[in-house]
């Protein structure tokens, strides 16, 4: 008998739970960097996020009245291992037995990501992700977390977007840890993280479990029919959907001559080979599709971005492009055919200017006809025979928004920071409603 397919919501340590000095835990690079005058907005700061390390079971029980039959959350590495490597800290790990066992009485299936770009400050300050032993050290910790909940917890995220932590916190300097490095350099914290999903791939392997990656993926459409915006959009193409894929899927590198770079700095005989092969599935972020343009003058970078015509946009300024999720599938099924793995939407959602009326409900119209529309693309895709197996919504509860800070709430419910009182949108008895048909249609 098949495994049915899996209704969640996502949600990420650091933009959660809090708590950053609670039981042993050592700091992470978001901790640091949301220090930096500037580096969040408005200075808020992520200490309180959503208080989850204390309100867990309150979350809990969200889930349970919702009906999701999954959680996707992250453990966060510092909490686990404080400095990354060497002792692991069990009251960590408590916390997350604790969680894992409240699920599963709910009949909630934990599908927990090893790195949602939280390392540990000490890893950070021998050189993070530049560094080869970082990747020694993530597989090391992969083994111990899956070595206390692996008994419980079969399918296991390696890495999240690999992709914007790369990019954002490497070379553009927007995110943690707020390097920017030059485009080799920037290749090869690339390859260690490629690395690190690779070793990890093999621990959780050899325990009998399966290993996941999780990639933001965006189609790529030049803006005109013009050669400069056609190779504008190959090259976006090439950085964005096949940098983290292709290795895993082919076991090889796509060719980044279009950003100067033909050999990846840091590949040593066996490393694509411990990669290749090392998804047992594949999540997809997705939240909206991307126009390219020829770049600017003096950009520095192979391409540059237009607008998406005629688009709705999210309060983050995203377009709303529901076909791009289905047209994201086909193109990974068209590139990578019998070596694509099976699929999971592992983030979609939105933000927006969430309204408290004065009887309490939050009317959030716009996110349910988002949800509306992408969850109708992945249909469309599987009725057009993608395997894919599962759609999480981004997210359970409004949280730490990274750089925007409390800006940005793409939750199902609303949190007031001020008291963390939680009060689910109408968008949370939709898709509770919604989750109950589907769930009851598959089982007739």
């Avoid at 949301?34 to 808020?44: F, Q, S, T």
């Avoid at 090391?140 to 206390?148: M, Q």
């Avoid at 990669?275 to 390219?292: I, K, Q, R």
Wanted: proline share 7%; glycine share 10%; net charge negative.
């Amino acid at each position: 008998m098949s495994s049915p397919f899996l209704w969640g919501v996502a949600s990420s340590a650091f933009q959660i739970e809090g708590a950053l000095d609670a039981d042993g835990r050592g700091p992470s690079v978001w901790d640091v960097f949301a220090e930096r005058p500037g580096a969040v907005r408005d200075g808020h700061s992520p200490a309180p996020a959503c208080d989850h390390y204390h309100r867990w079971a309150e979350d809990v029980e969200l889930l349970d009245r919702l009906g999701v039959n999954a959680y996707r959350f992250s453990l966060a590495w510092p909490r686990v291992v404080p400095t990354g490597r060497g002792a692991v800290n069990g009251a960590g790990l408590d916390f997350y037995d604790r969680l894992v066992d409240a699920l599963l009485a709910r009949g909630i299936t934990p599908v927990p990501t090893l790195f949602h770009w939280d390392l540990p400050q000490a890893l950070e300050d021998a050189g993070g992700w530049s560094e080869r032993d970082t990747a020694y050290a993530f597989a090391e910790y992969a083994a111990a977390a899956s070595d206390r909940l692996g008994d419980r917890v079969d399918r296991w995220i390696t890495l999240n977007e690999p992709l914007v932590h790369t990019t954002y916190g490497h070379a553009l300097g927007v995110h943690a840890p707020g390097r920017t490095l030059a485009v080799p350099e920037v290749m090869r914290v690339a390859h260690h993280m490629l690395l690190a999903h690779g070793l990890a791939a093999g621990e959780l392997r050899s325990r009998g479990l399966e290993a996941l990656l999780t990639n933001n993926y965006s189609p790529v459409s030049p803006a005109t029919g013009s050669e400069a915006d056609a190779a504008a959009a190959h090259a976006y193409d090439t950085l964005h959907n096949r940098l983290f894929t292709d290795p895993v899927l082919t076991g090889a590198y796509p060719d980044l001559s279009a950003f100067g770079v033909a050999e990846v700095p840091g590949v040593r005989e066996g490393d694509l080979k411990a990669v290749a092969g090392s998804a047992d599935g594949l999540g997809v972020n997705y939240y909206n599709p991307t126009v390219a343009t020829a770049p600017d003058e003096g950009s520095g970078l192979p391409f540059g971005f237009g607008e998406v015509a005629g688009a709705p946009v999210t309060a983050f300024g995203w377009p709303v492009v529901p076909e791009g999720l289905g047209r994201m599938i086909d193109l990974l099924r068209e590139r990578h055919g019998e070596a694509l793995p099976p699929l999971y939407v592992t983030e979609n959602g939105c933000s927006h200017e969430d309204r408290v009326s004065p009887g309490g409900r939050i009317a959030d119209p716009e996110r349910i006809a988002y949800l509306e529309g992408h969850v109708a693309a992945v249909e469309a895709a599987r009725e057009r025979g993608a395997d894919v197996r599962g759609y999480f919504v981004w997210t359970l509860t409004d949280n730490f928004e990274w750089a925007e800070g409390y800006h940005q709430r793409f939750g199902l419910v609303h949190v007031d920071h001020a008291t963390q009182a939680r009060t689910p949108k109408d968008s949370f008895a939709w898709y509770r409603d919604l989750v109950a048909a589907r769930t009851a249609s598959a089982g007739a």
